[in-house]
């Protein structure tokens, strides 16, 4: 059964909540690895958070801002719960977003300071981007600071890794937990302010919401500059006893699949792509030791459950909601009770309101609010909105079934108002994927003469044939408008480094496509 919810458990401080589960789970359980194969255990991870901190303290003061721009991987963790141990506000940075979005967020939030790694730059070819962003911030590789690291540094590592209370900055769960960025797939991303007790109230709500073993292992090959891959693939494994295995980048399909075997992991957290993509390249066995896959970031389509099944046996594919400004997860499903199509019940302690949105009959525009939802969005001033009575308007369209799980017909700016009438682009996407499954596609709206606007469907399927979509949709009974009319063929759907679809860069692909016609 999974534990019981306590709204007052998760007000607490990060690196308070990583001390309970010392405690809790022992002090030498190994809890974090990485592709070098170098398990830490409990008392490993602190006393290198105070060693690490320890040293960082001496060049950042106390509150600040601290950019942070590391792969997945043990370094990457030590270096967010270092930060924590002195009262440092890691702010997690987009390395995928580019340089103009970079600076902007670095200027947003205040950062003058970035920490990455030799090894990183070099094998993620980052060398240009350093280039850029070091005129306007202080670089610093860990590789640098850890040869600082002296007799001192050591001696006192090991004494506040025996008393972390006496030795950690005093925090309270209302003080800065982390700054975010969204993913910006439908525009520029926004900074959000997530509260130490916004972090852990959510992991406390997903172990209340699905029964987690702590012998378990999680593999997250998701980014930590994501919260997705920071607090389901960081936090939640690691504050409920759970070994948390980080591998740096999703891309790697081929090597992903042995690893999730030889590592004996029961969790991966993903996308549909990914997932998709794994399950494609696997070896038979790879991943039939999982308890179970979450999904989040895009819609799960049922060729990917479908393909689990086939290959590796009955595992769930657990399709979850969720948003940077609720630390993220909003909804999910269970092991034991997985509706395909929904993103599950609403996690404990969630509250709802749903407002009617014009045009559309069903569902109604989603607000939530909750201990995970954010402080607010960075200002212009460096400051943060709070938020109107703590209700966060997540932008999308949703409706509850009898049971309470949530279908997400779409984003309310994912509606196309054709000859007045809206028409979701989700719809339009499922249209297509049920004619093409092995397929990606988007839709995407432009403005029509006629009509106000029309449905473009972007698809890697070079076949693709606007009458077999009309076919399909009278075969299923969908409604003529919700067809796309105009096909653009590319070699590939771009995504962002979240894994979630890119919608900017393929409405630039419609556009363009528009102009050379």
Known sequence: MPRAYDARAGQRAVFDALIDARDT?????????????????????????????????????????????????????????????????????????????????????????????????????????????????????????????NLADKAFAALAGALPRQFRSPAKASDPGVILFTSGSFGAPRGVMLTQGNLCANVDQIAAHIDLDPDWVMFNPLPIFHCFGLTGGVLLPILSGMKAFQYPSPLHVKQIPALIRDTKAAILLATDTFVNQYARSADPGDLSGLKFVVCGAERVRDETHNLINERFGAIPLLEGYGATEASPVIAVNKPGANKRGTVGPMVPGMETRLEPVEGIPTGGRLLVRGPNIMAGYLN??????????????????????????VRIEGRVKRFAKIGGEMVSLTAAEDLAAGVWPDARHAVISMPDAKKGE?????????????????????????????????????????????????????????ETDARAA
């Not at 212009?380 to 309470?404: K, Q």
């Open 25 to 149: 789970y022992g002090a030498k359980k190994p809890i974090l690895e990485d592709q070098e194969r170098n398990p830490l255990s409990y008392t490993d991870l602190i006393r290198g958070a105070f060693a690490l901190g320890r040293r960082l303290s001496g060049m950042t003061r106390k509150g600040e801002r601290v950019g942070v721009m590391l792969p997945s991987s043990s370094a990457g963790v030590v270096t967010f719960f270092a930060l924590h141990a002195f009262g440092r506000v890691p702010t997690m940075l987009n390395f995928t977003a580019g340089i103009r979005n970079l600076k902007a967020a670095c200027k947003l939030a205040g950062v003058t300071r970035i920490l990455t790694a030799h090894r990183f730059i070099d094998q993620g070819k980052l060398d240009d981007l350093i280039d850029a962003l070091s005129a306007d911030y202080t670089i610093n590789y860990l590789e640098d600071v850890r040869q600082q690291v």
């Open 380 to 405: 212009e001033t460096g400051g943060v909105d709070p938020l109107v009575d703590g209700w966060h308007d997540t932008g999308d369209v949703v409706t509850f079934d009898d049971d309470g799980y």
């Open 454 to 510: 029309k449905l473009v469907l972007v698809t890697d399927r070079l076949d693709a044939a606007v009458a077999k979509l009309v076919a399909h949709a009278q075969a299923v009974g969908a409604p003529e408008l919700a067809v796309p009319r105009k096909i653009v063929r590319v070699p590939e759907i771009p995504v962002l480094g979240t894994g979630k679809t890119d919608y900017v860069a393929i409405q630039r692909m419609a």
